[in-house]
Every structure is written in C-alpha cells, then in structure tokens.
C-alpha cells in the first residue's frame, strides 16, 4: 500500500491536550506561567539522554514530559511551536566529544546561557545510593521552590543567571500558598572560588517532632503493629524509641505550622522540615551568555571572547542543520509531536 506525504506548509501535528485545572496566568506576578522544553539539537548517548528524561520530570508539571525530537528539526521548529503552546524557557542538552553542556534560553528573544556540565548524576543513581529512597506519586504536580545561593554579587552575567533561574519556575506568595504544594525544591549553590554550581534537586517532608518512626507509619497506615512478643501496647511506644529521632529536631529546623498536614503534622505544633536529594544532580559552570536565541552578541564569555557578536558553534549548528534539512523542510515542523503536560 503506497505512503502519501503531507506537503501542507506550517502545519505542526500535536496531540490534543487533556482539560484539567491548572492556570495560565501567575496569580502573584500577573505573567503567564512559565513552561518549558528540554531537548538537545544532537544525538545524546544513554546516560545523557536519561539526564534529559530527570530535567523533564524536574520540570513538571509546567513542561512537555513526552517531547519527541526529530533529527531534521531546527530550532525554529521549536520557536514555532513554543508561541501556540505558552513555552517560554527552552532547555537544550548538547554533547560533544571534549564536554557537556546545557543551553537555558529564554523564549523567543533570549537571552541564552549556557553552562558546561563538569560532573552529574542521574536520579536511578541518588536513589540507588540512598537506604530508603522517597518518591511519592504526587511528588510532580507541583512546581518545585527555587533557591539561589551564592549569586548575590554585582557581575552583570550571574545576574542574568539569578534572573533567569528565577523566573523559570512560577513564584509564590507567602501569604496564600499551600503547605501541600510545597513538596520539591531545587537548590543553586554559586561558589566563587571555583566559579561552579552546585544543582541540586530535593523533596521536603515534614515530620512531627518527638514521634518515632513505628508511630508516624502506624498512624499514616493504620495497619496494626505486631505486639506478640509485648507484654502491653503501652511498651509499644517506650520501646519504639519514642523521642529517639533527634535528626532534624534542633530548633533551626523546626516549623510551627499554621494548620494541619497530613494524618501526622497537626497544626499549632512543631515539625521537623527534612530534604531528601531525588536528583538529578550537577556541577555545572556558566561559560558563555548571549543576547538572542542561541545567537547574537556575546555578553559574557568565561575565555574572555566578548566580541559583539557570536560566530562560534551556536549559529553554525543552526546554519547547518538548516542546509541539512532543506530538502525536508515542508514537513519539518510536522515532524515534531508533544505531549505537552498543561
């Protein structure tokens, strides 16, 4: 049976999108809610393309978990489907033989930072690394908390990075948020000796100060416990080591919570705020920022080639995956199909 091909210019095949409640606009800032892609413009090798997978998840809910790239795509291809879809940030993975990079652009304009990946760690590994790894199945319908540390200086480019981090995730409003939507956080450490980030991505939990292990799992399972070798239930608690969890009971650590949480966090009484790292994990280093989209004049280079304008790998890799596709370019776009989580 023979294949027809469709010549339609412009058309992009994208998969209906299911209804559901979330918002479109910030109700704090009053801008539309950031979205976002991650992709990579080259052929990725399995652990970096899992390292795509884990920033995809890192950005949910607010991104498009099952993006499918074609190799004819460009970059224009995205733009192009990024305007319909609200996406404002694009975060593009790259590899090449000597280093490992990660392009974060601000849509459709710019600017583009791009950080050289020293080191990383995938989710599989942090949780293979940890005795009782954490994650929930409702741990990614919120938005992760953003924090900067270490970025508070007055050179124009970690500026523009504090910028550009902060604006990649929705803001919050003290006053109004839910403790339960506050389940993630992501962590950027900036040291200024090495000029390294430290990326670091957690769960927050609470934990009611005081109450052993055995008690908090019997009270959020209420499956009864094995009292057989117990001579009464009262030496359930005294031998649970009622008391005995200190970690993260200093005062420093401790929240008094305005309302209840859960079965175990009541309000009005005090809880233990624990991070859980659930990756990815990366030490990255900012090289290079430019004015555009992947284009532009070079405002910061970490070789000192600031120049006015950018004629290194960025446009000619556009230019010529561009000349590679010229023959396909009716059915590039058509070619991309997102399953864009709204």
């Known amino acids: ?68 790239e074609k190799k004819r795509n460009t ?45 990383y760690s995938l989710a599989s590994d942090i949780a293979q690394s940890q005795t009782r790894p954490r994650c929930p199945p409702d741990l990614f319908k919120n938005p992760p908390l953003i924090v900067l540390s270490g970025f508070g200086t007055q050179e124009l480019h970690l500026k523009l990075a504090t910028i550009m981090f902060q604006n990649i995730f929705p803001a919050i409003d003290i006053n109004t948020v839910k403790l339960s939507t506050c389940q ?5 450490n900036y040291n200024k000796d090495t000029k390294l ?7 927050i939990r609470l934990q009611p100060v005081g109450v052993s292990r055995k008690l908090r799992n019997f009270v959020q399972t209420h499956k009864a416990p094995d009292l057989r070798n117990l001579q009464d239930v009262s030496d359930f608690i005294t031998k649970a080591g009622y008391g005995s969890e200190s970690e993260g009971d200093e005062e420093a650590a401790t929240v008094t919570l305005s309302s ?10 005090k ?43 960025g446009d000619e890799e556009d230019a010529a995956s561009e000349e590679e596709s010229e023959d396909g370019e009716e059915g590039s776009e058509e070619d991309m199909d997102e399953d864009a989580e709204d």
């Open 1 to 68: 049976m023979g294949r027809f091909k469709n010549n339609k210019k412009g058309r992009v095949n994208v998969k209906p999108i299911a209804k559901s409640n979330q918002a479109n606009v910030d109700h704090v800032t009053g801008d539309k809610i950031p979205k976002s892609f991650v992709f990579s413009r080259t052929k990725l090798p399995g652990s970096v393309k899992q390292l795509q997978m884990d920033l995809r998840k890192l950005m949910l809910p607010y991104t498009a978990l099952s993006l499918k």
């Open 75 to 119: 970059l224009r291809d995205f733009l192009n489907v990024s305007g319909p879809m609200g996406v404002t940030h694009f975060l593009m993975l790259k590899k090449t033989a000597s280093a490992l990079s990660l392009r974060v652009a601000r849509t459709p304009q710019g600017p583009t930072l791009t950080f050289k990946i020293h080191q």
């Open 184 to 188: 993630r956080l992501v962590l950027l």
């Open 197 to 203: 980030i430290d990326f670091r991505h957690y769960s």
């Open 260 to 269: 209840d949480l859960g079965r175990v966090n009541k309000g009005s009484t």
């Open 271 to 313: 809880s233990a705020v624990k991070l859980q790292e659930i990756g990815p994990r990366m030490t990255m280093q900012l090289v290079r920022v430019e004015e555009g989209l992947c284009s532009g004049g070079i405002i910061f280079s970490e070789d000192g080639n600031v120049d006015g304008k950018n004629k290194q790998d």
